[in-house]
């Protein structure tokens, strides 16, 4: 059963690059969203396995990032959120941590980064684990 990822950022570039490190770990990009609030209707329609998303993007419908972290940390419990932000501040990381977040990388990322985040995957989702 495939790993499906939901990828939520108002940059096509970083969408592309989350993408081909996600498919790289072997996830299956089901999704992607410019905003928070098109990411609540596709993760209520996919329910994917993992959702990644930026902290800064325009707001819409008066729907931030925080907003749906808490909306499927209470709707899909079980959903991961990787947070991937340019937003550095340890005190920000803390407070997505407490939010329940799986994890947040700083953009931009680099192949360690990402590799920290593969393994962490790979515990979570066993069928990941004979990928390289």
């Known amino acids: 059963m495939p790993v499906n990822v939901l990828i939520v950022d108002?940059?096509?570039?970083?969408?592309?690059?989350?993408?081909?490190?996600l498919r790289d770990a072997g996830c299956k990009v089901v999704g992607e969203a410019e905003n928070a609030a098109d990411a609540l209707a596709l993760v209520r329609e996919l329910k994917p396995d993992i959702v990644t998303l930026d902290l800064m993007m325009p707001v819409k419908d008066g729907f931030d990032s925080k907003a749906l972290v808490r909306i499927i940390k209470k709707e899909a419990?079980?959903?991961?959120?990787?947070?991937?932000?340019?937003?550095?501040?340890?005190?920000?990381?803390?407070?997505f941590k407490d939010e329940g977040v799986f994890a947040y990388v700083v953009k931009p990322f680099n192949e360690f980064a990402m590799r920290t985040i593969k393994l962490k995957l790979k515990r979570a989702f066993p069928e990941l684990a004979g990928i390289k």
């Open 10 to 21: 108002d940059s096509p570039t970083a969408r592309h690059i989350i993408a081909y490190h």
């Open 77 to 95: 419990p079980a959903t991961k959120i990787i947070v991937v932000s340019i937003i550095s501040y340890e005190s920000v990381q803390r407070e």
